[in-house]
Every structure is written in C-alpha cells, then in structure tokens.
C-alpha cells in the first residue's frame, strides 16, 4: 500500500534546478526534462515549489518514435530567446505547497497549444498522494531546500498510457512561479510572453 510521507532526509544529495521527472507506469518509464522554481513565505515558513515541464501536444505524440527527443525536451522551447517563432506543446506545472512539515496541497496545470482537453486547451488535476523528502523544513532561505518527490496520480499525466507515476528531484531557487490563474489566461504564442521566467 502507498502511504503518504513527508519528512527531512540528511542523505539527500544536492541536485541543480534543471533536471528530470520520470514517467511510469509501473511497466513503462520515461524521462521528460524539468525546471524548479520556489517562491517562500518567510513569516509564515511556507513555500511553494514550482516543476515546470511538458510533453508535445497529443496530435504530435501520435506521429514520434519512442527514441525520438521531442518527447523529453518540450519545456525547453520556454527558455528560447527568439529563435522558435511558436511554441507547441502541453506545459505543466506541478506545484508542491508545504507549510512548516506540512503538504498543504499538490496541483498539476496542464495549458496546452491545442484544445484536447475536452475541447479547452488547461485542465488542472490535485494530488492527494505523495512521498516526499526534503533538506530542511526552514524555508527561509529557498535556495538551501531541494528534496525528491514520489507521486500517484489519480488520471494519466499524457505522456503514455497510464502514466500515473511522476517521480523527480527538486532544487529551489529564488524565481517566481506561476498560480493557476496566470497560466489559464496565458496567452502562449504572444510576443515576449513565450518565454518563461
């Protein structure tokens, strides 16, 4: 049975904030690169930990290789400084929110270039089970905090058939993140808003 943990871990071993989330089903695995971003709440000893990937659109995916590199380097069209005139792809954020030793709550949205889901182009998903480790639960400086994540998801991620096994690293920086609002309304393929910060 997966129980749900979240505790300090001094074996953890220091990762970069570029690094990758595999995609499993218990069957199948997959890596997909990713970019951490943390925001803190130093009054109130919070922090919300932002993993921003993504994987091609599902009209793409049907026409790739399994070795072919567009399956794992979706994100990096976000840190393009003008050369790709449009991004295309499904971007997702997943976003941890810890509250001294505490989960408050895990979120994935998902926008997308296209419309596949169910004819909109964001859905969002939560997630209620985890397995989480982390450095410290002292979050005033975000850039010491970085950890390793477990999680179940309750619908596929998108990668591959009943990919609902996220597993990664995270390494905190000082950047913003972005909330559920701002990435709804993102306006993808508008000048200077194809670049994520």
């Not at 069957?27 to 951490?36: G, Q």
């Not at 926008?111 to 480790?133: A, H, L, P």
Request: glycine share 4%.
């Amino acid at each position: 049975m997966f129980k749900n943990s979240f505790k300090i871990d001094t074996s953890l071993t220091e990762k970069i904030a570029w690094d990758f989330i595999t995609v499993s089903n218990s069957r199948k695995i997959d890596s997909i690169a990713s970019v951490c971003n943390c925001d803190k709440d130093k009054k109130n000893n919070g922090l919300k930990i932002q993993l921003l990937t993504g994987i091609p659109t599902k009209k793409t995916l049907d026409t790739l290789s399994e070795a072919s590199n567009q399956r794992w380097n979706t994100v990096l069209q976000t840190r393009d400084l003008g050369y790709i005139d449009r991004l295309n792809g499904q971007f997702k954020f997943l976003t941890i929110v810890l509250k001294d030793s505490l989960v408050k709550k895990i979120n994935i949205h998902s926008r997308s270039t296209d419309k596949e889901y169910n004819g909109t182009d964001f859905k969002s998903i939560s997630i209620d089970k985890y397995k989480i480790k982390i450095s410290k639960f002292d979050y005033s400086i975000a850039s010491d905090i970085y950890g390793e994540f477990d999680l179940r998801l309750k619908k596929e991620f998108g990668l591959f058939e009943n990919d609902t096994i996220l597993k990664g690293s995270f390494k905190c920086n000082n950047w913003i993140i972005w909330d559920k609002e701002k990435i709804k309304n993102w306006k993808i393929n508008a000048k200077r808003q194809n670049y994520i910060e």
